[in-house]
């Protein structure tokens, strides 16, 4: 496996009922709606996107449920979409695009699978709630247990920022300890001991950490450049005994795409345990995604605590922690830490988990991400240096990114030296030709296996043609 430009790996509205009087833009959104089917595609604009998102406005904070969504680091408008199936997006202008966002990466077997739809119908039969147990959360927990070398007991919750959450409070609760490294641009959730030099949605905002969080919540957290061997040593130095976890995210997914040095996760594995603190790898996006064990096993690291999400939910809200046995009876209500979630285990987030866990067992499906992924990516690359631009980046089976920089991108500091105004531009001209990209330079981009051959070629293609233009 080789690198590529030192930074990854190539080849290798529904309107709401409200009581209240109407308003002009509630109508608005909701007759856009209405028409908004079965649009036949045109020339592309973005009209009733434009529309729907005014009207949002009104109704959320910045229109949107999740900042990133706004568009703000790359201009223009959000886009409204109203379906999705296997590599495909349609907005509710009727435009069509390549998606390489996945839902933010959960949708590893296509958008809309067949098979994880028929799965939910039967078990929606049954009901969406039960607020008590039932037996698909142990299947889907066996499954994760048999899966990913760190665990031997998990806890399901409902988003990554729980499952991180828990594992921190567990890691205290363990440790008897209060300190906790993170890593400058990795993005743990919206928890206020994580919002510490943070990366996703608040580097892409430009706010480095965030308004109403108190001092007494971050006081503890610790934080260093991630690939940074020598300030992680000399914060245990300066912290002897105090330090109760180091996390991370063992691929940077929230700060662009970003890969770890060949000697950074052994040396963390190895000054963890020689300080009696806990590692936790947080693969909330790589888990299931860079090998069925996730990163640890794509290393051949194992953690002592490990962060889920996404993909274990098939696309629905999921997250779950897990970790060696002896931590994890530490949880309630087996040992004292409490942590509680009315619907954690719902039975249709365990549902299409289970589904897309089994698709995913089988033969050849990383090897089938691997060589798709490095074809988009080698090819954007090669499009980019064909069109005068500095650009590096790179792959792990279904997940990728690049940087309009020469590089190598190390760090969040190296990625924050990438020109985010051209990659604006470049966004736009990819949403013009039919390609969805996340809306910021600081996210990675994800594959699928509904990705085809054909998929990636006219990504390349157009990649090629936006980037001789801008």
């Known amino acids: ?56 406005k009104e109704l959320m904070p910045g229109g949107v449920n999740s900042p990133v969504r706004a568009f703000k680091s790359v201009g223009g408008q959000p886009i409204v979409f109203d379906s999705v199936k296997g590599s495909r997006m349609w907005d509710v202008d009727g435009n069509e695009y390549i998606d390489y966002v996945g839902s933010w990466g959960p949708a590893i077997i296509g958008h809309a699978d067949d098979k994880v739809n028929a799965a939910l119908i039967e078990t929606l039969k049954k009901g969406t ?39 921190l409070r567990l890691a205290r609760a363990f440790t008897g300890r209060q300190k906790v490294i993170k890593f400058e641009g990795c993005y743990h959730g919206h928890a206020d001991s994580f919002l510490v030099k943070a990366g996703s949605g608040v580097a892409t905002l430009g706010l480095p950490d965030s308004p109403g969080v108190p001092k007494g919540a971050t006081s503890d957290t610790l934080t260093s450049p991630y690939n940074d061997l020598e300030t992680i040593k000399n914060l245990f130095n300066t912290h002897k005994g105090d330090i109760a976890a180091v996390i991370l995210e063992p691929v940077v997914g ?39 064990g996730g ?10 605590l490990t962060t889920m999400g996404k993909i274990i939910g ?26 509680a979630g009315t619907l954690s285990g719902n039975p ?47 792959h792990i089976r279904g997940m990728f990114g690049f940087f309009f920089t020469g ?21 736009r001209g990819m949403l013009e030709e039919g ?36």
């Open 1 to 56: 496996m080789t690198s590529v430009s030192g930074v990854g790996y190539s080849r290798s509205l529904f309107p709401a009922l409200s009581t209240k009087p109407s308003r002009s833009p509630s109508r608005r959104v909701a007759s856009v709606i209405r028409n908004a089917v079965s649009v036949e595609k045109k020339s592309f604009t973005l009209d009733k996107s434009e529309e729907i998102f005014n009207a949002a």
């Open 254 to 292: 929230n700060a662009g795409f970003i890969t770890p040095k060949p000697e950074f996760l052994n040396s963390l594995r190895k000054i963890t345990k020689e300080n009696g603190a806990l590692l936790i790898f947080d693969e909330v996006m790589t888990g299931f995604r860079l090998a069925y």
């Open 295 to 304: 990163a640890q096993e794509y290393f051949g690291i194992i953690p002592d």
């Open 348 to 394: 249709l987030a365990m549902t299409a988990g289970i589904h897309t866990l089994k698709r995913l067992m089988e033969p050849g499906c990383y090897d089938y991400l691997d060589n798709i992924t490095g074809d988009l990516v080698n090819g954007i690359l090669d499009a980019g240096k064909r069109g005068g631009h500095e650009m590096c980046g790179g």
């Open 407 to 427: 590089g190598p991108v190390h760090n969040f500091a190296d990625a924050k030296k990438s020109d985010t105004s051209k990659f604006a531009r470049f966004h």
């Open 435 to 470: 390609v969805y990209l996340a809306p910021s330079q600081f996210e990675a981009g994800f594959t699928s296996l509904a990705h085809s051959s054909k998929d990636i070629e006219q990504t390349v293609e157009a990649a090629e043609r936006v980037l001789q233009r801008i």
């Open 129 to 167: 709630s039960f607020g008590a147990p039932c037996v698909l959360e142990n299947v889907l927990a066996e499954m994760v247990i048999s899966a990913v070398p760190s665990v031997e007991m998990v806890r399901f919750v409902n988003s990554g920022t729980e499952a991180c959450m828990g594992a």
């Open 314 to 339: 098939g696309g629905l809200p999921v997250g779950a922690y897990g970790g060696r046995r002896d931590i994890m009876e530490k949880v309630a209500p087996a040992g004292p830490m409490y942590q």
